[in-house]
């Protein structure tokens, strides 16, 4: 192994480095979640984090590349529990928020997004239960998506106050404009079925199968030739990146007018004591 060539890996082993450390601390960040984000078990980021010395280490060693690469191939995002994918952004949380917060808790969320947009290998979104709000945006994020009939898919922001403006914004990118206004004004979440019927899920199986279903479709994307796969997901980032960095520009310009009017504060504040007293 040449020096050249070792400077080449370590700089490749850097940006998977960064992308493992982002999805980390977004894993962390958003465990009000549940656990949002188990990347195939939490285990996958920190290997992920540690790839750029792991990877040097066993070249130098001479262990055969491909070893590392069927580790590293692939990305099942799912939830830590088997309750639900995600409910969405803590109410209590947002409730304490004030429009300082708002630049901050977006740019963050942006990035954490940003993280999942970013990686080369192809990502599938394992989806059961209730996938709203911020989770559900992670997931329309991910290359395909498997689901279960009953699970509870959409976007419910508008009723706690926030305006549906990323959502609505990555929406648009899967949707037609009249099935993309309903589910943003309305904010009910609609079945799994349904989803899949509007084109939000690739895949619907029962529930008990999903997951088995996510990782079949992640080992198949990850039988396919590697550098044709890296360039297309390249490709498609190109295509969307512009919108992509406006969502950031629209969410911090709008949210903050929403936390302004106080809504978001009263409505997530009685919201959240109704779901105590279940």
Not at 251 to 259: L, P, S
């Amino acid at each position: 192994m040449t020096v050249r060539a070792l400077a080449g890996l370590a700089a490749l082993n850097v940006a998977y480095a960064v992308v493992g450390l982002s999805l980390l601390w977004a894993a962390l960040a958003f465990r009000t979640w549940g656990g949002l984000l188990r990347l195939a078990g939490l285990g996958y980021l920190l290997g992920l984090a540690a790839f750029g010395v792991l990877w040097t280490a066993l070249l130098v060693a001479g262990v055969p590349f491909g070893v590392v690469v069927v580790v590293l191939s692939l990305v099942v995002l799912t939830a830590a529990g088997d309750r639900a994918f995600s409910a969405g952004q803590d109410l209590q949380e947002g409730a304490g928020y004030t429009i300082d917060d708002v630049d901050r808790w977006f740019t963050e969320m942006h990035a954490m997004h940003a993280s999942v947009r970013a990686l080369d290998k192809p990502s599938v979104a394992a989806l059961f239960g209730a996938v709203a709000g911020a989770g559900y945006q992670l997931a329309l994020y991910c290359d395909l998506r498997v689901a279960h009939p009953e699970a509870r898919i959409g976007q419910p922001e508008v009723k706690t106050g926030l305006g549906s403006i990323l959502g609505t914004s990555l929406m648009a990118w899967h949707l037609p404009f009249g099935i993309n206004a309903e589910l943003s004004l309305m904010g009910e979440l609609i079945s799994g079925e349904r989803a899949y019927q509007l084109g939000l899920v690739n895949q619907i199986v029962p529930r008990d199968q999903v997951f088995p279903k996510a990782m079949e479709l992640a080992r198949a994307l990850a039988e396919r030739p590697p550098h044709a796969i890296k360039i297309t997901k390249e490709r498609m980032r190109e295509l969307t990146q512009p919108q992509f960095d406006e969502f950031l520009v629209a969410v911090k310009k709008y949210q903050r007018r929403a936390y302004e009017s106080g809504e978001p504060q009263r409505l997530m504040s009685e919201l959240a004591q109704k779901m105590k007293k279940r």
